[in-house]
């Protein structure tokens, strides 16, 4: 199991990002998928999950603004940020739970990517 990040860099508040995370190893259609954000200083926090039948669930702070997505074809997962704000700023990690299909907002995930920094200026 392979997950491998590209994508996040810095954007003034207000602009968009797209966060890629490209799979290997597995079916992304068949297991939990996330995104997790980390801030320094701050603990680790899910922002964004989807199911094996796509339901996606969101923290609050980012409903509206953060769409997760995933494409089986080319096993990729997607994380489409809109309205960014400072405090969206972060390091984030795209995850998978190779024992969860549903219920991803509550799973323990195991299988992380390497991260990718997001920087939102004011």
């Known amino acids: 199991v392979r997950l491998k990040q590209s994508g996040g860099g810095s954007v003034q508040g207000g602009g968009s990002l797209r966060l890629s995370c490209s799979a290997s190893?597995?079916?992304?259609?068949?297991?939990?998928m996330g995104w997790f954000r980390q801030a320094p200083g701050q603990q680790r926090e899910g922002v964004a999950f989807?199911?094996?039948?796509?339901?996606?669930t969101y923290v609050d702070s980012v409903k509206g603004r953060f769409a997760v997505s995933k494409d089986a074809a080319t096993k990729t997962l997607y994380l489409q940020m809109t309205d960014l704000k400072t405090e969206d700023s972060a390091t984030y990690y795209c995850?998978?739970?190779?024992?969860?299909?549903?219920?991803?907002?509550?799973?323990?995930?195991?299988?992380w990517g390497q991260g990718t920094q997001v920087t939102v200026s004011s």
């Open positions: 989807i199911d094996s039948v796509d339901t996606t």
């Open positions: 190893g597995f079916t992304v259609s068949t297991y939990c």
């Open positions: 995850a998978l739970d190779l024992n969860s299909a549903a219920y991803c907002d509550t799973q323990l995930y195991n299988n």
